[in-house]
């Protein structure tokens, strides 16, 4: 089991970068990909960011590619969403998720996921 905290999100403006925190607790932590999920207000949830267990494998939506960057630490169960170049279409909750492969952090409910942080991108 994992359990997930998210940290770092706050009010920015468009253009500007912040960097995302999952704290992740349990054993089993690098066993799990990791990955960011967001919601915005009105939509759906959609898949962000993933990352696979050893760090080998990672997946971008369309959206974020060449603007986020997904990082893990399985030395410090950590995982690390660096985003840059923010625009109000980035405004939503974010949450790290655990589940087992990238592919099903990309297409089915996690396994895990946390309470989520709030970005706001003013422009």
């Known amino acids: 089991q994992v359990q997930t905290a998210e940290s770092g999100g706050g009010l920015v403006q468009a253009g500007g970068s912040l960097t995302l925190s999952c704290a992740a607790s349990?054993?089993?932590?690098?066993?799990?990909?990791m990955g960011w999920l967001r919601q915005a207000p009105g939509k759906e949830r959609e898949f962000v960011a993933a990352?696979?267990?050893?760090?080998?494998?990672?997946d971008y939506a369309d959206s974020v590619k060449g603007r986020f960057t997904i990082s893990r630490d399985n030395t410090k169960n950590a995982v690390i969403l660096q985003m840059n170049n923010l625009t109000a279409e980035d405004t939503a909750v974010y949450y790290c998720a655990a589940s087992t492969t990238v592919a099903e952090i990309k297409s089915e409910p996690p396994d895990y996921w946390g309470q989520g942080t709030q970005v706001t991108v003013s422009s």
């Open positions: 349990g054993r089993m932590f690098r066993t799990y990909a």
């Open positions: 990352i696979s267990r050893s760090g080998g494998v990672i």
